[in-house]
């Protein structure tokens, strides 16, 4: 960066002080430089992309009769996403948002792009590339939305801000869901969706790529009592370089481990084995809508819990922890009965329409699966925004966070991809989000402060730990 830019940055930055004293924004609702517009704006972003992509993805097979292309396409994805997720935080310091997040939309319409393809030639080269490309643009975006939605808002309403991103995008699902149900409603006996479908995908996924260029430079978003949400400016390769290797030995990182690999690790069960074994084409479709619907329910439920609850926030944090725990030993507990009536070898003959008497229980324990899903997450999302109060080290955190999440994603398609027994996946997913529980205790105890005015750890708080470039 040239001294000019340096200065039109530093010139935001301080634009918002009178005399060393903040100065006041005018109170609106709609003020655009204000962390709820900049959450909002990138919730919308995650609406048209993952948002639409968690759609395709939750049809089972990408919408195909078989899902070894998808299987195929989604561990090429996950494996790349695993590599950039963790050097996301550092690549999103040095571009800022406006070229990391355009960059990265622009690969989830070449992904179902891809898929469309698919529909006419049955290639699936084209998908596994596009899956690897979306994969570096997924990590990407994550690394910058996790650094928005953990650093801009206030300390004591970062469960509220994560449960309002959470809604609007997995609004997308519901709409995304919404597609095929709509556009494949008459085609009963289909195999796989539609040219239409992958079309309609594709026009929102490249809405969400113009409005990302709405994202404000985190130097320019101040919070309503005229504080900045953060003093970044612009960091450096080699800097970036050296944090992202620390978190490899962060005992914080090291402790999250097992809730990253965990919390998309179940995804290729609940979406293949579950809604693509179980239901037909449209009601696959269906469950989605819901499926997603059930994610808003459940975000919105551990924000209240996590922001007002207590008034220590260390409670608050053991609180939600606790709660998604219990919660989540019944619903796997509810999936385990399920899953003992049919196998990998012994499929249901006649696949669920939403229309069956038969259709209400499972679909109940799929509904269930997404308020986990999202009370999971959330949860995990609010602990990262407790470690630190600045979006350079968050965004690396999200970023951590985001690899080792899509590493265990990559490992769990290839596992379904083998023909793993659906048993031993559910299992495994069950297993793996029981171990994660009381690590992420521990890590409250030992690293989330009580007094509302500081972050655990006090990391990166007031502040920049990037050099100054000038």
């Known amino acids: 960066m040239d001294e000019e830019e340096n200065g039109k940055v530093a010139a935001a930055a301080s634009a918002t002080t009178v005399g060393g004293a903040p100065e006041i924004p005018k109170k609106s609702l709609f003020r655009y430089n204000s962390p709820l517009v900049q959450v909002g704006l990138i919730g919308v972003v995650c609406f048209c992309c993952p948002g639409m992509f968690n759609a395709l993805s939750g049809m089972g097979g990408g919408g195909q009769v078989d899902p070894t292309a998808a299987n195929n396409a989604l561990t090429a994805l996950y494996t790349t996403f695993a ?11 040095i571009l800022g948002p406006h070229m990391t997040l355009f960059a990265s939309c622009s690969t989830y319409g070449l992904y179902a792009g ?87 995908f594709m026009v929102f996924m490249a809405v969400g790529m113009i409005i990302s260029l709405g994202i404000l430079h985190p130097s320019r978003v101040i919070r309503d009592d005229g504080s900045s949400c953060t003093s970044i400016k612009y960091s450096s ?9 620390k978190l490899f030995l962060n005992w914080k990182m090291l402790l999250m ?21 179980l239901f037909n084409l449209r009601t696959r479709g269906l469950n989605n809508v819901l499926y997603w619907g059930a994610e808003m329910i459940g975000s919105v439920f551990v924000g209240y819990l996590m922001d007002f609850s207590f008034k220590s926030r260390r409670a608050r944090g053991l609180l939600g922890i606790s709660v998604v725990a219990l919660l989540g030993t019944a ?20 696949k669920l329409d939403f229309k069956d008497s038969e259709f209400a229980g499972p679909f109940v324990l799929y509904f269930s699966y997404g308020l986990l899903d999202a009370m999971f997450q959330s949860m995990v999302y609010w602990v990262i925004g407790a470690l630190a109060d600045n979006s350079e080290v968050l965004s690396r955190y999200a970023g951590f966070y985001r690899g080792v999440q899509s590493a265990g994603a990559a490992v769990s398609w290839q596992v379904d991809a083998h023909n793993a027994p ?49």
């Open 331 to 350: 619903i796997w507990g509810g999936g385990l009965a399920k899953q003992l009536g049919y196998s990998r070898h012994h499929e249901p003959e006649v």
């Open 257 to 277: 481990v097992p809730a990253s690999w965990a919390s998309n690790f179940f995804y290729s069960y609940q979406f293949n084995n579950v809604n693509g074994v």
């Open 83 to 93: 590599v950039f997720g963790i050097m996301g935080g550092g690549i999103y310091n």
């Open 237 to 245: 390769v080699s800097t970036e370089v050296v944090e992202i290797l």
């Open 422 to 470: 659906f048993l031993s996946q559910l299992i495994v997913s069950w297993t793996l989000c029981t171990i994660s529980y009381p690590l992420l205790a521990v890590l409250v105890i030992m690293a989330v402060k009580d007094d509302d005015g500081e972050d655990g750890g006090g990391e990166g708080k007031g502040k920049s730990v990037m050099p100054d470039l000038h």
């Open 114 to 200: 891809s898929f469309l393809y698919y529909n006419h030639y049955q290639h699936q080269a084209f998908a596994v590339v596009a899956g690897g490309l979306l994969g570096i643009g997924a990590g990407l975006l994550w690394a910058a939305q996790g650094a928005i939605m953990t650093s801009y808002p206030p300390h004591d309403r970062r469960g509220t801000y994560i449960s309002m991103f959470w809604c609007i995008f997995n609004m997308g699902g519901v709409i995304g869901g919404l597609l095929p149900f709509v556009l494949n409603f008459h085609r009963t006996k289909a195999a796989s969706v539609n040219d239409a479908t992958y079309i309609g």
